[in-house]
């Protein structure tokens, strides 16, 4: 059984930093492009970010310079390094892996950017 788990969200100021991980289960990791989407209130899910089973890494514009996305597959896990945060940045972010044509998405977690 496939599972993803989101922590790291939180209430931060414009100009802060947060860092999101993503822990997975039911997967060989290593094997895996893990990626970062987001959705803010009233809008659609949005890609952020996303890396490769070799670490090729993939940004929208606009969270390019100011987001990392990197990955540990001694613990399963993706993080996201938020710096530099924007209002604009407020959504609730997830994490998601394609397996076997099938895509699988964690419970999300709230990131809240206040001016």
């Known amino acids: 059984q496939v599972q993803l788990v989101e922590s790291g969200g939180g209430l931060v100021q414009a100009g802060g930093s947060l860092r999101l991980s993503c822990t997975t289960s039911?997967?060989?990791?290593?094997?895996?492009?893990m990626g970062w989407y987001r959705q803010a209130p009233g809008k659609q899910r949005e890609w952020v970010a996303d890396?490769?089973?070799?670490?090729?890494?993939n940004y929208a514009d606009s969270v390019k310079g100011r987001f990392t996305i990197s990955r540990d597959n001694a613990k399963n896990t993706v993080y996201l390094q938020m710096n530099s945060l924007k209002p604009e940045d407020t959504a609730v972010y997830y994490c998601n892996v394609n397996v076997r044509s099938y895509t699988y998405w964690g419970q999300g977690t709230q990131v809240t950017v206040s001016s």
């Open positions: 039911g997967i060989i990791f290593t094997w895996y492009r």
């Open positions: 890396i490769s089973a070799g670490d090729y890494t």
